[in-house]
């Protein structure tokens, strides 16, 4: 077992061999301008700035052998599966399916639906597109980790209050033990991403805990795991 002791609110322990990363929804069409999320209203470069944290995760985790599960929010290109009730409300200047600088918006397969280059899954990896917000609803999500073996999450990605909540909160109810990487992850609006950090963790890791990307890193270190070994 490993330990991230400055993980909040408590220590986090955790079998690597039974976890795995959970990338959400490193996407151009949140993250880049011409996307959905700037269609919104939203500034993305907060969402552009921890690009290279996540990326560094992933080569932590890639390094420790751990599986990397990624997720694309995007429909079919016929809309069948996006509800009439999601793809109307509000007022922005592009919505879901539209023509826009990187194709239709949050179409599979379109250039703003795809991962950002600098995090693209690796060979082997698992990408599973999603058409809701959390990755359980209508993906495969729930037999990967099975047969995987998974007992334990470690999240990142876009954005903290909304889909990558959402999922946590999902697996926390199917009995998974979840991590945030707070410098990992963001949202468009800072309250937002402070708000939801709270509340994952209030009342004893209610929905789960949150540790740094470099509590993460020191946690799965070789020389960590060959200590615990010594020291039984």
Not at 187 to 195: D, I, L, M, V
Request: glycine share 10%.
């Amino acid at each position: 077992m490993r330990e991230i002791a400055g993980a909040q609110p408590f220590p986090f322990r955790f079998d690597p061999a039974t976890t795995a990363l959970i990338v959400i929804d490193m996407q151009r069409d949140f993250i880049e301008e011409g996307g959905f999320g700037a269609a919104l209203g939203n500034d993305v470069r907060p969402l552009r700035a921890i690009v290279p944290t996540v990326a560094r995760l992933l080569a932590v985790a890639r390094g420790a052998g751990l599986p990397v599960i990624h997720t694309r929010e995007c429909h079919r290109p016929d809309l069948s599966d996006c509800p009439p009730a999601k793809r109307e409300r509000g007022t922005p200047a592009l919505r879901i399916g539209d023509p826009g600088p990187m194709g239709l918006v949050l179409i599979a397969g379109e250039p703003g639906a795809e991962i950002v280059p600098q995090l693209a899954p690796a060979a082997g990896e698992i990408v599973l597109d999603k058409p809701g917000k959390g990755a359980f609803h209508a993906t495969d999500l729930s037999g990967h980790l099975a047969r995987l073996g998974t007992r334990s999450l470690i999240f990142a990605g876009v954005t903290t209050e909304v889909c990558v909540q959402t999922t946590m909160r999902e697996a926390n109810d199917r009995g998974f033990a979840c991590l945030l990487a707070e410098d990992a992850t963001e949202s468009y609006f800072p309250a937002f991403k402070e708000a939801t950090l709270e509340m994952i963790r209030a009342q004893g890791a209610i929905v789960g805990w949150t540790a740094t990307v470099d509590r993460i890193a020191a946690a799965l270190a070789p020389a960590e795991a060959d200590a615990e070994a010594e020291h039984g």
